[in-house]
C-alpha cells in the first residue's frame, strides 16, 4: 500500500489540486526568498563595524516605494485568487453520471461505506474497511457521520471532506491510478483517531464489476 | 538622560507578598501577568516536550492515548490562552503608560481584577487535570459534538470552560483598560501620530478584542448549557448545529491570531528601530497596516472551515488572501528601518532577525492554506501545525523573548547576560526550525495533526524523529535562558536608565521607573522624544 509518502496524486480532481500546490509553493518560495534576501543583506550590509560607526541617515519615509509595496503584492494575491478559483471550480464540478455512488458514514471509530445498488462494507479501527473504485470512472460521494466531526481523506488524492452529523456533503472523485491507497479520519474525533484509517483499492472497471458481483453473492 | 530623569529620594517600596496582591500600579501587575504567563509557558513547553517524546518513534507506547489527547489540549490552550496573548498585555501593562506618559492605566483596580481573573482562570483550567477523568481532551478548538457530554463526560471540559470564560472576560477588561488608557491619558504633547509603534499595536489589539472575544464568551456559555443545563444548541438531533459551533468559535479564533501576533510586531518595530540606530520606517503606514490587519481579520474566520463544504470558500480565501498585502507592508518597513542603519546585535535585536526570518515562512505558507483546494489536503495536517507555529512559535514567542531582553533593564535596574542570551538565541532558532520544518513535509505526507501513534511506512518515522531532535534542542535553549535569569540577578549589571539608547518615553525615566513613572516629563515632538533632545537641530517643529 502506497502511504505516508510523497502523495500519489491518484485522480484526475488530484492532477488539479497538485497545479494548486505547485502555483503556490512556487509562488511562496519565490517571495520568501526574495525577502529573506531582502532581510539578510540589510541584517549583515548594515551591522555595526569600525566602518559603519553610526545610522547613514534618519529618513524614514518615502512615498513611492511604499505605495510600490502596497501595489505590488495586492496584484499578487489577486492573480493568485484567479488561480485558486478556476481550480476550485475544476476539482468541485459534479458529474451528472457517475459510475458510482457511495454514502460514506463516519463514527466513532470506523466507516460504513454504502454502494447505490450494492455492497456495503463496514469496519471498524481494529479491522479498517476496504473501499473499491473503478479505475477512470467518476464515483460521486456523500459523506455525513453519525456522531461527531470527522473527516474523510485520502493523501494520495490530496482530498479531504468533513464528517458532519446531521449534514450531508457530496463530491466526486475520479481515480486515475491503479492500487491500493491509505485513506484515513482528518478531524480529531477522540481516543482512537489515529487509529481511525480506511483503504482505497482502485482497480480497472472490468475488475469493479466482478467485485460488485462478487460482494453481490456473498 | 540624567537632565531627564534625576535620582530622588522617594519612600521605600514595599515588597512583601500582601503589597503585590493588593498592587493597583501597573508596572508591578504588567510583572505579575509576564511571571505569570512564563510560568505557564515552562508548563506548556513541557507538554510540548511530552507530545515530541511519543512521537519520536512510530507506535510508541509511552503515553496513553487519553494522556495524550490531554496533553496537546493543554498545550494548545495553554500557549494560546495563557502564554502568547497575555504576556503581551503583562508587557503592555507595564509600557503602554511609560510609552504614552501617563502616571498609570486609566482604571487601575479594574486592571488588577483582569489580573487575578486571568491568573484563576489558567489555574482553573489547569486544575481539570486534578478531576476524575482528568483534564479537556478535545483539543484547543473543543469542537461540538466532541466536547458535548454525552462524548466528554468528564469535569475537565467544564473546568476549561469556565476557566476560558474567566480569561475571556480579563482579556476585554483589560482592553477596555489600554485603549482608555492611550486615548485619554497620554501626556501633553503626546498627539495620536506620535504614539509609539508598539502602543498602537496594542490599540489595534484591543479593538480585536473587543469584537472577537464577546464570541468566545457566548460559544462557551453556550458549550456549558449544552453540557449541563440540557441546551441543544449544537447537537443535530435536536435541530442544533456542530458547523454554528465552528462559525462562532472562529469568528473568536482568527481574530484571536491577530491578538497573538500584533502586540509582537510592535516589539519588533521597536527593538529593530533602536538598535538600528534608526526611526521606524514608514510610522503611518504601519499604524494603519495594523488597523488593515485588525479589520480585514474579523472577515476571514471561515477559512478554518473550506473542508466542511458548507461556506463560501472563495469569499473567505479572498479576504484571508488581502490580509498578505498589510503584513507585506510591515516586512518591507522592517527592512527598510534596517536599511541605511548601523545594527547592533544584542540578544534582543538577534531575536527580532528571527522573528523576522521565522515570521516571513508562516506568512508565505499561510497564503498557500488559504488556497481553498491546496487546503483540502493541508487542513488539520501537520502542514498546518507547522505553519501556525511558524507564526505563533517563530513569530510571536521569538518577539517574546526579544522583549524580554529588551525591556529586562527597565523593569529590574540590571540587564540580562548577552553572551548567555546569544547562545540562548542560537540554540532556540536552530532547535526551532529543526522541529517545524518537517512538519511541512508530515503534512503533505497525510500526517493528521492530534494523532498520538503513527505507522512505520513511508517516511514519517525519520521526520518525526528529526522534529523531536528539534524539540530537545529548544528545552536546552529554555534551561540557557533560566540559567541566564539565575546568573545575572547575582550579578546585577547596573543598566541605567537608557542601556540601549531607546528614544520612547519608557526610557526617559529611571530603571525601574518610580510609583508615578516620572519625575519630569520631556517634550514632546516627534514619536521620538528623547531623540528630539539629543538632536536639537533636527527638531523640525
Known sequence: MHAQSWPAVGSAQAASLADDWRIFTYAAIAVAVLVWGLILFAAVRFRRTRDNPAPRSQKDQNAPLEIAWTIGPLILVIALFVVTLRIENTVEARTAAPAARITVNAYRWGWTFSYRDGPTI????????????????????????????????????????????????????????????????????????????????????????????????? | MSAIAEPRVTAPERHDILSWITTTDHKRIGVLYMATTLMFMAVAGLLAVAIRTQLARPGSELISPHGYNQIFTLHGTAMIFLVIAPFALGLANYLVPLQ?????????????????????????????????????????TSYAPLSEITISTGLGQDFWIVGLAMVSVASIMTAVNFVTTTFIHRAPGMTMWRIPIFTWEMVATSLLIFMAFPSLTATLLLLFVDRRLGGHVFDPSFGGSPILYQHLFWFFGHPEVYVLILPYFGVVSEVISTFSGRPLFGYTGMVLAAF??????????????????????????????????????????????????????????????????????????????????????????????????????????????????????????????????????????????VTFLPMFFMGVFGMPRRIYTYSGEGALPLLNLVATAGAYLMLLAAVVFVANIVISARRRDPAGDNPWHGYTLEWATSSPPPEHNFHRLPPIRSARPLFNIEHPEADQS
Not at chain 2, 486571568?118 to 476524575?132: D, W, Y
Open chain 1, 122 to 218: 463496514d469496519g471498524t479501527s481494529n479491522d479498517p474497511p476496504e473501499m473499491v473504485l473503478p479505475v477512470g470512472e467518476t464515483t460521486a460521494f456523500r459523506v455525513t457521520s453519525s456522531d461527531v466531526v470527522h473527516s474523510f481523506w485520502i493523501p494520495d488524492m490530496l482530498f479531504k471532506r468533513d464528517a458532519v452529523p446531521g449534514r450531508v456533503s457530496e463530491f466526486d472523485l475520479t481515480p486515475t491510478k491503479e492500487g491500493t491507497f491509505l485513506g484515513r479520519c482528518g478531524e480529531f474525533c477522540g481516543l482512537n483517531h489515529a487509529l481511525m484509517t480506511f483503504r482505497v483499492r482502485v482497480v480497472s472497471p472490468p475488475g469493479y464489476q466482478r467485485w460488485l458481483k462478487y460482494e453481490a453473492a456473498q
Open chain 2, 100 to 140: 504614552v506618559g501617563a502616571p498609570d492605566m486609566a482604571f487601575p483596580r479594574l486592571n488588577a481584577t483582569s489580573y487575578w481573573m486571568f491568573l484563576f482562570g489558567g489555574l482553573t483550567v489547569f486544575a481539570g487535570a486534578a478531576s476524575n477523568e482528568g483534564a479537556a481532551s478535545a483539543g484547543w
Open chain 2, 292 to 433: 488593515a490587519i485588525a479589520g480585514l481579520s474579523m472577515g476571514v474566520w471561515a477559512h478554518h472551515m473550506f473542508t466542511t463544504g458548507a461556506v463560501n470558500n472563495p469569499f473567505f480565501a479572498f479576504v484571508s488572501f488581502l490580509i498578505a498585502v498589510p503584513t507585506g507592508i510591515k516586512f518591507f518597513n522592517w527592512i527598510c528601518t534596517m536599511w541605511g542603519g548601523s545594527i547592533r546585535y544584542t540578544a534582543a535585536m538577534l531575536y527580532a532577525v528571527g522573528f523576522l526570518m521565522n515570521f516571513l515562512l508562516g506568512g508565505v505558507t499561510g497564503v498557500m492554506v488559504a488556497s481553498p483546494p491546496l487546503d483540502f489536503q493541508a487542513q488539520d495536517s501537520y502542514f498546518v501545525v507547522a505553519h501556525f507555529h511558524y507564526t505563533i512559535g517563530g513569530g510571536s514567542m521569538f518577539a517574546l523573548f526579544a522583549a524580554i531582553y529588551y525591556w529586562w533593564p527597565k523593569i529590574y535596574g540590571w540587564r540580562l547576560d548577552e553572551r548567555l542570551g546569544k547562545i540562548n538565541f542560537w540554540l532556540t532558532f536552530v532547535g526551532f526550525n
